[in-house]
């Protein structure tokens, strides 16, 4: 399955987002992963109609979870950005063509759509068991220790 580069941008602000002592202006956290200010304000504005982040108006103003990081999965980023829909929307091929079924042979949901379906489910299940909080942990021990810390600290100076 493809995602859009909005997944993975809005997953990395969630998780940078987790522990700031102040709201984080998009253009700060485009600055932070060298990524187009106007597409991952398009993501944060996206994280805020899902009530993951909250912004914040004004000269102090930008983005703060709304929630405890471990109450926030990666499933609900993906939703947020993607949308709710299947990945996989069958169109009934087998019904097509010179040998098409005839729709009324077609009783049950083709083997094709099926394996699609679970397929999608399980992946939507697996990023369900996954937090930002989870991620964050890793993060610790993938990047170094202080990686988030150096992070909120280059958001608390002269970042933007």
């Known amino acids: 399955?493809?995602?859009?580069?909005?997944?993975?941008?809005?997953v990395h602000c969630c998780v940078v987002l987790t522990d700031v002592?102040?709201?984080?202006?998009?253009?700060?956290?485009a600055k932070l992963h060298d990524v187009s200010m106007t597409y991952l304000?398009?993501?944060?504005q996206a994280l805020a109609r899902a009530d993951l982040v909250r912004s914040v108006q004004g000269k102090a103003g930008g983005y703060v979870l709304t929630r405890s990081p471990d109450d926030i999965t990666?499933?609900?980023?993906v939703l947020a950005i993607e949308g709710p829909e299947p990945q996989f929307v069958c169109t009934e091929i087998r019904q097509r063509?010179?040998?098409?079924?005839?729709?009324?042979?077609?009783?049950?949901?083709c083997p094709v759509?099926?394996?699609?379906?679970?397929?999608?489910?399980?992946?939507?299940g697996a990023l369900?068991?996954?937090?930002?909080?989870?991620l964050v942990r890793e993060v610790d021990r993938s990047s170094g220790k202080d990686a988030?810390?150096?992070?909120?600290?280059?958001?608390?100076?002269d970042a933007a």
Not at 1 to 10: F, T
Not at 128 to 134: A, C, L
């Open 128 to 134: 369900k068991e996954v937090s930002i909080g989870d």
């Open 113 to 124: 759509a099926k394996a699609m379906l679970k397929a999608e489910a399980a992946w939507r």
């Open 97 to 109: 063509g010179p040998l098409g079924t005839p729709p009324e042979d077609c009783r049950t949901a």
């Open 148 to 157: 988030l810390a150096t992070i909120r600290a280059w958001f608390g100076g």
């Open 74 to 77: 990666v499933l609900d980023v």
């Open 41 to 44: 304000a398009k993501q944060m």
């Open 1 to 10: 399955m493809r995602m859009s580069g909005g997944v993975e941008w809005a």
């Open 21 to 29: 002592e102040r709201p984080v202006p998009a253009a700060t956290l």
